[in-house]
């Protein structure tokens, strides 16, 4: 099929022509392969949200709203792919206390995308270690920040 000037359409909008595209109902402005399927690798690796938290927060910032969005997008797509959420803190306040903190901030993403994006809670576990697994030093400012994070690892997929 081709459109008024004689190039091949795209009904989904994807980049691959409908007469060789595999997956003709993919969603906009997904990543897809070579054939138009959504490219499911990205679900491969955890995605770590260093969200730009202040030391004791839990609140999610703009930006990672938005990345949880997308994932929601996918993640609607892709029914058969479960979650795991973990909640991670920094060094700084008790062990007790950052074991709660990081719990709510596993929390608040599930429930983002729960309460938000409609993702169902039996596809979604969360944990939470504390101050436990640090990615970077405790012993600087920059490594905190990168130590107060979620990360999101993805698994049932098929």
């Known amino acids: ?6 190039c091949p359409q795209d009904s989904d909008n994807d980049g691959v022509a409908d007469g060789l595209d595999d997956c003709p109902h993919t969603l906009a402005g997904m990543d897809v392969d070579p054939n138009g399927c959504i490219d499911l690798s990205v679900l491969s690796k955890p995605m770590v ?6 030391s004791g927060s839990f609140e999610i910032d703009p ?5 949880l969005a997308t994932l929601a997008r996918l993640l609607l797509f892709v029914s058969d792919v479960k979650l795991e959420i973990n909640g991670y803190t ?6 007790e206390y950052n074991l709660g903190l990081s719990q709510r901030r596993a ?9 938000q994006h409609n993702i169902t809670r039996d596809r979604i576990v969360v944990s939470y270690y504390g101050e436990t697994n640090p990615i970077a030093s405790n012993d600087s400012e920059e490594g905190r920040a990168k130590n107060r994070r979620v990360e999101i690892a993805v698994g049932g997929l098929n």
């Open 63 to 67: 930006k990672t709203r938005e990345r």
């Open 90 to 95: 920094d060094n700084v306040g008790s062990e």
């Open 1 to 6: 099929a081709v459109d008024t000037s004689g």
């Open 49 to 54: 949200l260093n969200i730009d938290y202040t």
């Open 107 to 115: 929390d608040s993403a599930a429930n983002y995308l729960m309460n």
